[in-house]
């Protein structure tokens, strides 16, 4: 069964700084890895799309990566600002049969200013 | 409108009351997807659509939770006799296909059960 594991749970910076959040999984054999950011009370908006075949995608200040092998990804936030905290969650769909998504739990992100 | 749109955005009831969520994916999108989120939780999987295909109901927790999709469009899923554990904000995310396909997400109905 995947698991899905996200360090830190909450994390709070000061404005400008560079931010790395990380996704773990422990089955390796995924169709893609998907993150997400979630502000309160709101639903979730879809931030980058890595297929299991690609290293990593960039949007912006946003780059994230993955490596299959190792079950890791990185969400890589660059010159963070207040308008970045929120929740951002990974989520794995994992080969196999079933399509649907394992989520992990998030990681809460405040950045004051 | 080009997102997911779900309804009603708020619902209060009573517990042992019935209620209906909507869910309205993004025209085109075969896949359809729910999912409840309780306060300081993740998200739990409740069912599946893809298609004409038979849903996949193994997220749900109890056989008061159902849900229906007709003409591979707007999904509803219904509680019976609601508990106050059912309290939670449900989500509707729906993908263009099955796999390799970006999910996109509704605003979700807050449940409170009293």
């Known amino acids: 069964k995947q698991e899905v594991t996200q360090i830190p749970a909450a994390l709070s910076v000061p404005e400008g700084e560079n931010l790395v959040l990380n996704c773990s999984f422990t089955?390796?054999?995924?169709?893609?890895l998907q993150w997400f950011r979630q502000d309160p009370g709101k639903g979730l908006t879809s931030l980058l799309l890595?297929?299991?075949?690609?290293r990593e995608q960039t949007s912006g200040r946003l780059n994230a990566s993955l490596d299959k092998s190792s079950g890791r990804s990185t969400l890589y936030i660059a010159a963070s600002q207040p308008g970045d905290s929120a929740t951002y969650l990974c989520a794995v769909q994992t080969t196999g049969g079933s399509y649907i998504p394992t989520f992990g739990r998030g990681t809460s992100l405040i950045v004051h200013p | 409108g080009a997102g997911v749109s779900q309804s009603p955005s708020n619902k209060v009831t009573e517990k042992g009351k019935d209620v209906e969520l909507r869910c309205d994916p993004i025209?085109?999108?075969?896949?359809l997807y729910w999912y409840r989120q309780s306060l300081g939780q993740g998200l739990e999987f409740l069912i599946y659509?893809?298609?004409?295909?038979?849903?996949?109901k193994s997220g749900l927790p109890s056989d008061r939770f159902s849900a229906e999709r007709t003409g591979g469009s707007v999904s509803t899923l219904t509680i019976q006799r609601t508990q106050q554990e059912d309290s939670a904000v449900y989500l509707c995310?729906?993908?263009?296909?099955?796999?390799?396909?970006?999910?996109?997400f509704g605003p979700g109905t807050r449940l409170l059960v009293l």
């Open positions: 089955d390796s054999a995924i169709y893609n």
């Open positions: 995310a729906s993908s263009f296909g099955a796999t390799q396909e970006t999910q996109y």
């Open positions: 890595i297929q299991s075949s690609q």
């Open positions: 025209s085109g999108h075969t896949a």
């Open positions: 659509f893809q298609g004409n295909s038979a849903p996949d």
